[in-house]
């Protein structure tokens, strides 16, 4: 078994909103970080990381070209930014809270 | 090759204005293009003109203007701006007035309506079948919120921006028209591309790189993750990007601005509010985020180009995208400071005070949320175990309700929250709101009429 680091040992993310839907841009730093990330952020675990924050399907598609990851979580910011209760309204900071998560490194 | 710049000078409302001022001034981009709207937004400026007729625009635009006018006179860029919200022609007319005053003449207008629908409209074109289905949730139809319906309004594309680029406008004003299409416009203009087989990869390079722009400072460092590298943000440069024929570009800022143009910063908003990076939905065309390549070609200034063989667009959809504001009970909200030591133990007794006294009242919410600021505001149910003893925490109450009574009363019970915690530091919060939510949806493009109208300073 690998060591464990947190994902922003190895990436930086941008989130942002539409509607009840919340994205993630997961940035590698680098073609290894790349590998790592495509592996091992799946949506069973983002799904498992945000608990019943993200109530919806998980969707994750690869960018190659820039080294990303767009992860895509639907009902996932308490109904969307003008009428959910959360002091972020836009989950701007779900891409922080994603960066806390831990992977695995050789 | 022909190539044309076009600066970013707005991301939201509010925003800085210096940037755009400073863009005005101090390069030769031909455009300037002025997103100001963002979901919410639109749902206010509505609401603001059903209250009074002569708002519902972004205000900001005036004392903008004001700034800007004066050098456009020595300059003649152009400028393409959504700031009209929910009521272009009387933003339109504000300018006009402001304009006379300052002694511009020969300025024109090009103002674009119809992409906010009447709900009577909405309420026809159901009666005649369209469903508007739920993107968010699903829910198969509008039935159930049709008669709670505030705001109807289209994210409508760039063929009227065309056109009045085409009639000598010198100032394009509208409303909802897409954050992309401000800067699509132009340069289908310019290009002469047409909604045609033969540009739909120039036209999709465009959607792309106009994504880079539309949040303004935002890809120059602002909101960034190298927050610690960017210099100077307080005072960051607008984008300008020179796009060429062939839909590459090159993305810079004014020299001696503040803020950081690197293929990272804008990375990170290429993955901004994109979903499937293959299909960026736009209504002039389908972007492909994964068919372009960014590159660092020197301090401050980044080329952006096609990837191989992949087409970077696909040909623009039938529907466009069509929001709906309704009505949705209230939220009321508090927060108050909890001191050390012991301020966890402290904030979870506060929380168990007020469910305790809602109970004692006899309310029942439609929703709360209860939130420690400093532990899990931000972070929720991933924030891990507290295992730290932080010198205050902000408690933070969120209720949601039908009705506006039984939001104060939830106000007021968690107001008395602090009497669990005997000290605490009270402060004020948000009072109760009204809730629009909002029902994202698609309209088919021929059920929305758009209209241009050309006016002239004299």
Redesign the interface.
């Known amino acids: 078994m690998g060591r464990k680091v947190r994902l922003s040992e190895l990436a930086l993310a941008r989130s942002g909103d539409k509607g009840d839907i919340s994205n993630i841009g997961l940035m590698a730093k680098d073609e290894k970080a790349y590998e790592i990330i495509r592996r091992q952020v799946t949506p069973q675990r983002v799904k498992e990381h945000f608990k019943d924050w993200v109530k919806g399907e998980v969707k994750i598609y690869e960018m190659p070209n820039i080294l990303s990851l767009q992860i895509v979580m639907y009902q996932a910011l308490g109904g969307g930014a003008t009428r959910t209760l959360r002091f972020d309204q836009t989950g701007k900071a779900m891409g922080n809270a994603l960066l806390f998560m831990e992977v695995e490194v050789d | 090759m022909k190539k044309v710049k076009i600066a970013g000078c707005s991301a939201g409302w509010p925003d800085m204005m210096d940037p755009a001022i400073e863009v005005a001034e101090k390069s030769d981009a031909k455009y300037l293009a002025f997103d100001h709207l963002a979901?919410?937004t639109m749902?206010i400026l509505e609401r603001q003109k059903a209250k009074r007729p002569d708002r519902g625009y972004i205000p900001d635009v005036i004392p903008l203007m004001k700034k800007l006018l004066p050098i456009w006179k020595e300059k003649r860029f152009k400028m393409i701006s959504n700031a009209g919200g929910a009521n272009p022609e009387q933003c339109a007319e504000e300018i006009i007035k402001l304009a006379k005053n300052l002694g511009i003449i020969g300025f024109r207008i090009g103002i674009i309506t119809g992409d906010d629908l009447p709900i009577e409209r909405v309420k026809e074109l159901r009666a005649k079948g369209i469903k508007f289905r739920n993107?968010?949730?699903g829910e198969p139809d509008i039935d159930r919120v049709i008669n709670d319906l505030v705001a109807a309004y289209v994210y409508i594309g760039a063929d009227r921006i065309i056109e009045a680029l085409d009639q000598g406008a010198d100032l394009v004003i509208g409303g909802r028209i897409s954050d992309n299409s401000l800067f699509v416009g132009p340069w289908m203009y310019e290009f002469g591309w047409k909604y045609e087989d033969a540009y739909w990869d120039r036209i999709g390079a465009a959607v792309c790189t106009a994504h880079l722009l539309e949040c303004g400072t935002w890809s120059c460092g602002t909101c960034s993750?190298f927050w610690e590298e960017v210099p100077e943000p307080w005072h960051s440069g607008a984008p300008i990007c020179e796009m060429g024929e062939d839909g590459n570009s090159i993305i810079t800022k004014v020299e001696g601005s503040g803020g950081l143009v690197r293929a990272?910063t804008l990375?990170?908003?290429?993955?901004?509010?994109?979903?499937?990076?293959?299909n960026y939905i736009m209504p002039d065309g389908i972007g492909d985020?994964?068919?372009?390549?960014?590159e660092d070609i020197g301090p401050n200034k980044v080329r952006i180009s096609k990837?191989g063989n992949k087409p970077r667009g696909k040909p623009r959809p039938s529907t466009l995208k069509f929001c709906l504001?309704y009505l949705?009970g209230y939220?009321s909200e508090y927060i108050m400071i909890v001191p050390g030591p012991k301020a966890y133990d402290m904030a979870k007794r506060c929380e168990e005070f007020f469910y305790k006294r809602l109970e004692i009242v006899g309310l029942k919410p439609v929703?709360?949320?209860v939130?420690f600021?400093g532990y899990n505001?931000?972070?929720?149910?991933?924030?891990?175990p507290i295992d730290y003893s932080p010198n205050e925490l902000g408690v933070?109450f969120?209720?949601?309700t039908r009705t506006l009574e039984e939001a104060r009363e939830a106000r007021l019970q968690a107001t008395l929250s602090w009497y669990a915690a005997g000290v605490g530091t009270a402060f004020g919060a948000p009072s109760e709101r009204e809730?629009?939510?909002?029902w994202?949806t698609l309209i088919p493009r021929e059920e929305v009429p758009t209209k241009l109208e050309m006016r002239e300073v004299k």
């Open positions: 979901e919410l749902a993107l968010d949730t993750n990272d990375k990170e908003h290429l993955v901004y509010e994109v979903h499937d990076p293959e985020t994964t068919a372009i390549k960014l990837l504001a949705d939220i929703e709360t949320l939130s600021i505001a931000l972070f929720g149910p991933t924030a891990p933070r969120a209720i949601k809730v629009l939510a909002l994202p």
